[in-house]
Every structure is written in C-alpha cells, then in structure tokens.
C-alpha cells in the first residue's frame, strides 16, 4: 500500500490548509487511517485518526478544535483541514494506514516502520 499526501506549504499564522492523502495503487476503503507530524529535533506526534467508516474520528490534544480530518471512500482520499494555524503546527505530514489490528479509540495510536508511510509534506506556518 503506497500512501501520497498534498496541499503542504507556507502559510500565515492564522491561516489554513488542507492535506490529502491517497493510495496510488490500492483501496484505502477498509482502513483507518491516522495523519502524524515531525518537527526537527522533535518526536513524531500522532496528530489525528479516522475509522475506516468515518464514524469514529480522534484529535491530539494540541489541535483539537482547529484541525478536522474526514475521508472521502469514492475519491479513496482522507483529508485533514487545518484552520488556525500556530508556527507550532509547523512540521512535515504524514498519513499511515496500520499493517494490522489499530483502534482509533479515545486518542491517536501511534504507527511504527512495520506500517504502511507516505513521504510526508512539509507544512511552514510563519509570518
């Protein structure tokens, strides 16, 4: 499973952007799937997760409120809207789908190696 997300950039604290995330070979229908961040010098951070139905979504803390993640299974994309976006929000993006059981339930699990990456897009919120 080959995950590719979009729609990093530069934005304006305050500001905001959507990423997507798509396979480019399978379905992502059947998986839950989390989006994850890294800022340099800074552990990766589970930043929000989606069941495999949309009925269960899970926020970190940092960017409950500002952030909404959804999917679209007929355009097999998962989106993660970020609005009010804080120069702490700055990092690279990353989505995952588990190689195995994973339960979007009450907080963001983390993913490890053994799970299926895109290759991140950078998001850089400044002035």
């Known amino acids: 499973l080959q995950l590719v997300e979009s729609g990093g950039g530069l934005v304006q604290p305050g500001g905001s952007l959507r990423l997507s995330c798509t396979a480019s070979k399978l379905s992502l229908d059947g998986y839950t799937i989390g989006w994850f961040r890294q800022a340099p010098g800074k552990e990766r951070e589970g930043v929000s997760c989606i069941s495999d139905s949309g009925s269960r979504t899970n926020y970190a803390d940092s960017v409950k409120g500002r952030f909404t993640i959804s999917r679209d299974n007929a355009k097999n994309t998962v989106y993660l809207q970020m609005d009010d976006l804080k120069p702490e929000d700055s990092a690279v993006y990353y989505c995952?789908?588990?190689?195995?059981?994973?339960?979007?339930?009450?907080?963001?699990?983390?993913?490890?190696?053994?799970?299926?990456w895109g290759r991140g897009t950078q998001v850089t919120v400044s002035s």
């Open positions: 995952a789908a588990p190689n195995g059981p994973y339960y979007c339930v009450g907080y963001v699990p983390p993913m490890d190696e053994k799970d299926y």
